[in-house]
């Protein structure tokens, strides 16, 4: 059944006249013959929710996957649409398909997690962008003059401008433009310093260390430090490897348990 209304009933060209048919529907029980009639309803409305999805089209996802996101939406309408209400389909039909959508992009699309107020900031900011465009020629609008034309802060603006920037990312491996033959982005990003963790450990031992005597700390300094072997460091003392051993691990020793006994 696609029985059109007249203009006057229906303002868009795709508002199929389906009164009738739905207060059949709300009369019919469960059984095939309720499941054909929605099933005819749903068609007769599908141009609808086509035409909602295009005024998506331009944000990065697939027109197609867009239609099927609509018609789901419409097919929820048309499962909770009460004619007893008064309403027209259309009026209630519009803003729960478009309310699919926009919950579509904000599930399954923004690469991080964006709350709602600053994805409403990001499309405030962006018709802003898109709108500016037209009379400022040349450079990009300025944040003042976004916060003008979308009558918002300017610190609110500069939110909606680097939520743009968080749709979507770049792969850590994706290459740029640059050096030789370009470079990949996680080669841009440090890594953490190895040596950080023996930062607290250096800091705890640091007082008792200069409480030793002078030659135990030269035989830790040597030994640690300047990575000489205890054969080196007995030859420079003059004093035999097994001392330097004994005396090497008396100090490591002491200073453990005086580390741990300060921790305590």
């Not at 013959?33 to 331009?58: I, K, N, T, Y």
């Not at 499962?79 to 729960?96: I, L, M, Q």
């Not at 900011?125 to 450079?139: E, H, I, K, P």
Request: charged share 30%; hydrophobic share 40%.
């Amino acid at each position: 059944m696609r029985n059109r209304a007249s203009a006057k009933h229906h303002p868009h060209h795709d508002a199929p006249d389906t009164a009738d048919a739905f207060r059949r529907l709300a009369a019919l029980p469960p059984g095939p013959q309720r499941d054909r009639l929605r099933s005819q309803v749903v068609e007769a409305w599908l141009p609808m929710a086509d035409r909602l999805a295009g005024r998506f089209r331009s944000r990065g996802e697939n027109l197609e996957d867009l239609r099927q996101v609509a018609a789901l939406g419409l097919v929820k309408a048309v499962d909770r649409y009460d004619p007893e209400r008064g309403h027209a389909f259309e009026s209630y039909a519009v803003p729960t398909v478009t309310g699919e959508i926009k919950r579509h992009f904000r599930d399954h699309l923004w690469t991080l997690h964006v709350p709602r107020r600053v994805q409403d900031l990001r499309n405030r900011v962006r018709f802003a962008c898109q709108d500016l465009s037209q009379t400022v020629v040349g450079r990009r609008p300025t944040v003042a003059e976004i916060a003008e034309h979308a009558q918002l802060g300017e610190d609110d603006v500069r939110t909606g401008l680097e939520a743009l920037e968080s749709y979507t990312a770049l792969s850590l491996d994706a290459e740029l433009p640059g050096g030789e033959g370009g470079y990949a982005l996680a080669d841009t990003l440090g890594c953490a310093d190895p040596a950080l963790d023996t930062v607290v450990d250096r800091e705890a031992v640091r007082p008792r260390l200069a409480a030793l005597p002078e030659r135990e700390r030269a035989i830790l300094y040597m030994r640690f430090f300047a990575d000489m072997t205890q054969s080196r460091i007995a030859e420079q003392l003059g004093i035999s490897q097994m001392h330097v051993s004994r005396l090497i691990s008396h100090c490591c020793n002491r200073l453990r348990e005086q580390v741990l006994r300060d921790v305590a």
